[in-house]
């Protein structure tokens, strides 16, 4: 089944959940003409939830002003505040900075569900906003494994963290590999009872 739209129900959900306002920065949308229901997660590649309230929120604006303007012009950040889902992510699992309840998960039952402070955590990790050394240098001698944006994995005893005074911070495994951790890097620990960061 394909549709060009979500449904006047599910528009209906979405107007209700954000308050009719603008998710980003809170502005009526009494104040824009014309709804601008964004698609999280690009309608190029249509799936089962393209149209449903989990993959869509309200912004002002059009395609090249507002806050929907915005997001198309600044992707990479729009990913990190969920605003833009990569198509082989589920929305309901990238949660949203939103204006009204700061970080959220959009569910697909059309309710809004804030984030737990370690669950906010490991998306800043998780998004690259938040490495540090100072997080990572307490698991100096753990096993690790990281696994890249790309999926390649490797583990072994991290044995360095380092940070460059851009604060790109980087890991060494066994002493002799380095990896810089970047968007979508994850680390998880054997000896720390399955710890993930
Ligand atoms: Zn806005």
Known sequence: MTSSGPSRKVCDTVDMRDGFCCLRCGKSMGAWPGGSRHHRRPRSHPWPGLHGPANLVDLCGSGTTGCHGWVHAHPAMAYRYGLLVHSW?????????????????????????????????????????????????????????????????????????????????????????????????????????????
């Open 89 to 197: 992510r589920d929305p309901e699992k990238v949660p949203v900075l939103s204006k009204r309840w700061g970080w959220v998960w959009l569910l697909d039952d059309g309710t809004a569900r804030p984030l737990l402070p370690s669950e906010k955590d490991r998306w800043l990790l998780e998004t690259g906003l938040k490495w540090s050394a100072e997080m990572l240098d307490p698991l100096v001698d753990s096993m690790a494994t990281v696994t890249l944006g790309n999926g390649l994995s490797d583990s072994g005893r991290l044995t360095a963290v380092t940070e460059d005074p851009d604060g790109c911070v980087a890991v060494t495994l066994d002493g002799e590999t380095d990896y810089r951790l970047e968007d979508y890097t994850r680390i998880d620990f054997d000896n720390q009872g399955k710890e993930t960061l």
